[in-house]
């Protein structure tokens, strides 16, 4: 049974399909469930494997043209400001301090009206802080209305 989405794997940009057979080669023996899902410059993989396992797996078989694996730490669907509101509630359940956000939309939207709206939401929460971590977050369009939204590190 495959989980929710556990890793953001950034590639470069037209490698995706390769790194993606590659990352099919070294997780697929592990978790028959594994999804990969690709996005500009990069690849979500949903598993039912942890994060740690996840990672130790690509450490043990090295991926090419793999630049940065992140762990998602939440992930929410629906309209924007829903998503936005579920990704911070998940963020604030796990005790998630924020330093700084910054916003992957794939020109779907306003990357910079993306982050204000999360930094505006994040203080609003009491999430921001300077201990807090360097995030991403990945705006993915599902369909007319409908968004997926993930926040790594």
């Known amino acids: ?18 790194v993606a057979r590659d990352l099919m080669d070294a997780l697929y ?9 690709l996005i500009e410059g990069g690849i979500v993989v949903y598993s039912s ?6 990672i130790g797996l690509l450490q043990q078989y090295p991926v090419r043209g ?6 998602v730490l939440a992930s929410a669907e629906g309209s924007l400001e829903a998503v936005v509101d579920e990704l911070l509630a998940q963020a604030a359940r796990l005790g998630v ?3 700084s956000v910054e916003a992957r939309t794939g020109g779907l939207i306003d990357r910079h009206m993306l982050e204000e709206l999360i930094a505006l939401r ?4 009491n999430l921001t802080g300077r201990n807090g971590v360097r995030a991403r977050t990945v705006l993915v369009q599902r369909d007319e209305g409908n968004w997926l939204l993930l926040l790594a590190v």
């Open 122 to 125: 994040a203080g609003q929460l």
């Open 49 to 54: 494997l942890s994060h740690d396992h996840l």
């Open 97 to 99: 301090k924020l330093r």
């Open 66 to 71: 793999l630049l940065r694996v992140r762990r």
């Open 29 to 37: 023996p592990h978790d028959r469930g594994v999804k990969l899902e």
């Open 1 to 18: 049974m495959t989980g929710g989405p556990k890793l953001l794997v950034s590639t470069e940009r037209g490698k995706e399909k390769r």
